[in-house]
Structure formats: C-alpha cells, structure tokens
T-cell receptor
C-alpha cells in the first residue's frame, strides 16, 4: 500500500498558466509535507515545506494542506518553461521517516 | 551548490567489483540517509543514521553495506552487485528544528552495474 500518491502525469500547461499538482497521503499522523523539484538527471531540490493546514506562499509557488482530507497540493503561478521538471511530494511522520510519491512530470509549453 | 556532496558522480562497475560511495554534509545536521532512485519508482529509503547510529535498514540486501564514521560523513560500500542495482543513489541529511525536520539531498551518484 502506497504511503504517498501522485498523478504521474505528464501534465502540460501553457507558459503563463497556473500548474496544479496534487498529492494524497495515507497516514493520518503525518506531520510535515514537502514539495521537491527534480530536473532530469539531477537530485531533488526542496521547493516548499508546509506543516499546518492552509496555504503557504513563496513567490510563484503556493502549497496547500488539508489534513482532514489528507491532501497537499502545489500551485505554480505564471508557469515558465524552466518549471518543466518532475515534482515529488514527500511526507514525514515522526523521527527520520520520510515517504515520497513517484512524482508528477510537468511540461510548460512556450 | 548544496550543503551535501557526493562522490563519485558517476560509477560503472562489474558484478565482481567492490566500490564505495561517499557522502559529506556541511550543514551540521545529525541525520543522514541513503536512497535509491530507479526509473518510474518512488525514492526507496535504504538506510538512516541518526547521530552516527543506524536507525533504519529498509530490508536492503547485504551487498550494500553502509558506514557512518561521524555525523558529517556517510559511505555506502558496494560488492557483488547485480545489474538491477543500477540506479541513482542519493544521500540526504536532515536536522530537527523547532519540531520540524527538513531533508536536503546531495547531487547523487549514477551507478551502472554491468
């Protein structure tokens, strides 16, 4: 049984549009939630972390967390071709337990 | 580029070889991790060390042997690997701060087993 689920995509959006990436998790005691961006052949790079219900904004990125629905999302406003990558959702329980989804591939079309 | 470095970046080895992957973190973190990333699969956690002590061994075959001499260094010793072990091996570190823990990754070692 998967801990973290993401739509693998590919998700394609035109340049300037909003890209919406979704993630659900199975463990209700999950405490911390992360979005990583991974370019092809590179390692995951942390974009956002969110720990409490609601929205968290950082530049063009907004993370949304709904613990009751066990759902976390990432919105990318004004999408750019450089945003084309695989986005990994990660969930942390307690201690050093991190669980990752398979990632959603995003392509921003110029 | 990041506070976590890995060497080598690329490695090709035969099934009878012995090699080691090295990871070093410069972030003052107290936890370090090895992950395996294969195509179309989620990141697979292999080992976790917390304050140099191994706290997680995620049913990894014995042909992978970790070593953590101190909180800043982590090794993964490889021997008699199989072609299916070809993957990107990622090291990460983390530190709990104000009840929250965030993980940072190194650039990875791309391993090919022939």
């Amino acid at each position: 049984q998967k801990e973290v689920e993401q739509n693998s995509g590919p998700l394609s959006v035109p340049e300037g549009a909003i890209a919406s990436l979704n993630c659900t998790y199975s463990d209700r005691v999950s405490q911390s939630f992360f979005w990583y961006r991974q370019y092809s052949g590179k390692s995951p790079e942390l974009i956002m972390s969110i720990y409490s219900n609601g929205d968290k904004e950082d530049g063009r990125f907004t993370a949304q967390l709904n613990k009751a629905s066990q759902y976390v999302s990432l919105l990318i406003r004004d999408s750019q071709p450089s945003d084309s990558a695989t986005y990994l959702c990660a969930v942390s329980l307690s201690g050093n337990q991190f669980y990752f989804g398979t990632g959603t591939s995003l392509t921003v079309i110029p | 580029e990041t506070g976590v470095t890995q060497t080598p970046r690329h490695l090709v080895m035969g099934m009878t070889n012995k090699k080691s992957l090295k990871c070093e973190q410069h972030l003052g973190h107290n936890a370090m991790y090895w992950y395996k990333q294969s195509a179309k699969k989620p990141l697979e956690l292999m080992f976790v060390y917390n304050f140099k002590e191994q706290t997680e061994n995620n049913s990894v075959p014995s042909r992978f042997s970790p070593e953590c001499p101190n909180s800043s260094h982590l090794f993964l010793h490889l021997h008699t690997l199989q072609p299916e072990d070809s993957a990107l091996y990622l090291c990460a570190s983390s530190q709990k701060s104000r009840g929250q823990e965030t993980q940072y990754f190194g650039p990875g070692t791309r391993l090919l087993v022939l």
